[in-house]
């Protein structure tokens, strides 16, 4: 039932190694994206695909790789991690971009890199 | 750069009481302004506001925008320990994409 699923829900991992977490959505949206919240609860925005395709890129280094087989599913990949990378992901979809239609989140995925 | 400010921080009240949380935001090329709750996980969806004036209400929230001063309040009475949160407010542009420009948050605690 659970309308946006990210897994894992925990991810601790040392610095350096290589990492994806999965979203799959069951709404039907066309949209979907991937937001990081820092420690400080700011939340931003990082990639958004719509129906495959790559919408917004923001300022994010490219060892992050966001990767979208079919519009349900939008995965993240993380390169060579560090430190700074520690913070909740939050992955969210919604039905069209470019319309005023709310983002659904997930659950996050909570990373630690030590 | 595109900016939305929440105030306050955090504030915490009684049951029974009733808070206000505001939030101002500066962006070119507005399109709405967004309401969300989150308690442990997802943050959850409350509100979108698009017209100035016009009182969005569910349950004891409600919400108002006025976009001449660029400012939005969420008001909730009669405060439960359930509304225990941080709110969180976005806006978007009318832009390519359907990004989410968030404020900081307000952490409200409500006590018994």
């Known amino acids: 039932d659970t309308a946006v699923s990210q897994t894992p829900k925990y991810l601790v991992t040392q610095m350096g190694n290589d990492k994806s977490i999965k979203c799959e959505q069951n709404?039907?949206?066309?949209?979907m994206y991937w937001y990081k919240q820092d420690s400080k609860k700011f939340l931003k925005i990082m990639f958004s695909?719509?129906?495959?395709?790559?919408?917004i890129n923001e300022t994010v280094p490219n060892r992050f790789s966001p990767k979208s087989p079919d519009k349900a599913h939008l995965n993240l990949h993380i390169n060579s991690l560090e430190l700074g990378d520690s913070a909740v992901y939050f992955c969210?979809?919604?039905?069209?971009?470019?319309?005023?239609?709310?983002?659904?989140f997930g659950n996050g995925t909570r990373l630690t890199v030590t | 750069e595109d900016k939305v400010v929440q105030s306050p921080l955090s504030l915490v009240v009684h049951e029974g009481d009733t808070v206000t949380l505001n939030c101002s935001y500066e962006?070119?090329?507005?399109?709405?302004l967004l309401w969300y709750k989150q308690e442990k996980k997802a943050p959850t969806f409350l509100f979108m506001l698009?017209?100035?004036?016009i009182e969005k209400k569910s349950g004891r929230l409600s919400s108002i925008l006025d976009k001449k001063e660029l400012f939005s309040i969420l008001n909730i009475t009669a405060t439960q320990t359930g509304d225990s949160a941080v709110y969180l407010c976005?806006?978007?542009?009318?832009?390519?994409?359907?990004?989410?420009?968030f404020g900081g948050g307000t952490r409200v605690l409500v006590k018994p």
């Open positions: 976005a806006v978007t542009i009318k832009a390519a994409g359907n990004k989410l420009t």
């Open positions: 962006v070119t090329n507005f399109r709405s």
């Open positions: 695909y719509n129906n495959k395709e790559l919408i």
């Open positions: 709404l039907g949206h066309d949209t």
């Open positions: 969210a979809s919604s039905q069209e971009q470019g319309r005023n239609s709310p983002l659904h």
């Open positions: 698009t017209s100035s004036g």
